[in-house]
């Protein structure tokens, strides 16, 4: 079992981040060693040229992307955590890639469709092969899993096609250059709105800093927010049903079921009959209790650029090797001389 996945790098990390992918990857790292598989984790730095973007920006998210990853518990010893950039096979293998993917299969893509928006002659090359690359990410390292949003979906399936008819295009077969992977799509990816509007979604742009919780919020700064969180004036309900058209507080509740891994049921037969003054406090400290270490660690780790580098600098040699042979072996399938 080798487990494979990628986030784009972006800034200001909150615990949006932390309880979408983040989390998932933690869990995930920790269920595979049990069953004696492996994980590689990397910063997908390269995809993000395929919009227009910053520099200096992309280097420092990079750098807080990882900071983030190692707080919230990556094993840089376990795992495998690197940057794109640093393993030059993912674009080298793009480009062998390039002569098995079709225009037909890219221009399927709805990810395209959507950034590239009204404007689909102004859109970068990149954005529109950016699933070759993503297939490269992959297939690269033989993953048999690949954990993604429900909204990475169909680029894996092209990743599979891709692989698919390189090896019957270019192998024999019964020795396969390429593993066909398979997507793992978390069931319950817990959306977090704004606390100061249950019906957005928290996020890095909102103007307001009470609508989030930073990964770099300490404990004061997280109560003061949960205790300021919009909510109403009615008292919790006893069951799910009755949090319809109350978008604040199913946000809180579905908060604390997530960081106390129980369902919503759960909170409201704990919680039910019970109004904010008493639940945000409880909601505060079982927040601070959980997120406490992750801040301080995080705090500690994101401005150390030496430290951040020497992870990612480890990482990416590691992620060389085991790359090496799958690379060689593309190159010679299509009959390039080196
Ligand atoms: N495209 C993915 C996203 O935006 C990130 C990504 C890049 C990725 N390469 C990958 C995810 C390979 C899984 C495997 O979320």
Redo the contacts with the bound molecule.
Sequence with gaps: MRI?????PTGNLHLGNYLG?IRNWVRMQDDTAEKGGECLF?L?DL?AISMPHDPASLTKNTRAMTAALVACGIDTDRSYLFN?ARVPAHSELQWLLNGTARIGWLNRMT?FKDKSGKNREGASAALFT?PV??AA??LLYQ?TH????E??KQ??ELARDIAQKFNNDFASEDAPVFTLPEAIIPADAARIMSLRDGSSKMSKSDPSDNSRINLTDDADLMMQKIRKAKSDAEPLPSEPAGLEGRPEARNLVALYATFADISLDAVLQQFGGQGFGAFKPALGELLVEQLAPITSRFNALKDDDLVLDGILNKGAARARDVARPTLDAAYDALGLCR
């Design positions: 494979v996945s990628g986030i784009q992918a990397f997908a995809h794109q990810q950016y690359l993503q990410d992959v993953a690949v954990p993604v949003g909204d990475q680029h894996l």
